[in-house]
């Protein structure tokens, strides 16, 4: 019939009745019915699907492009609480190792304190001259360990 469209039988898509070539895909149309393969030509470019079709090719004047969009980003609320939790335990973590012992050698004057130190020094002038104080030198004892003077607290 002289008005009805062909439908191309290698894409399917429904081309008008006076085209010999189908606009999808490019192959001819035969009226018999039996698809014939087409090799594009050396200066037509590769057929191009209607749906992208290009205006320059066709010999149009691109269009100018579309400006940027801003980008948008949504931070969901579980993200903002691990990271929240991340920052609170490696802030504790670290204050934690600040207050670690610092690496100094045992049963020296440097792992004391200044009152450490006069507190010892006074109970050692005490005991001096109050040798027999059991009280006295429990408390010594205990003054010297805290002190981490270990060998003298033993003794």
Known sequence: MPGEKKNCPWCGIANPPDVQQCV??????????????????AATPAAVSPKTTSTAAA????????KAQPITIQIQPGYVYAGIAAVVILGYLYLRNDEAAPVVPQ???????DTTGHRIASMERFLAANPADKEAQLAYANMLHDGKMYPKAIT
């Open 24 to 41: 999808g895909c490019g192959s001819e149309l035969t009226a018999g019915g039996a698809p014939v393969s087409v090799q594009p030509k």
């Open 59 to 66: 010999g149009a004047a691109p269009k100018a492009k579309k």
């Open 107 to 113: 049963n020296t004057a440097l792992t004391q304190s």
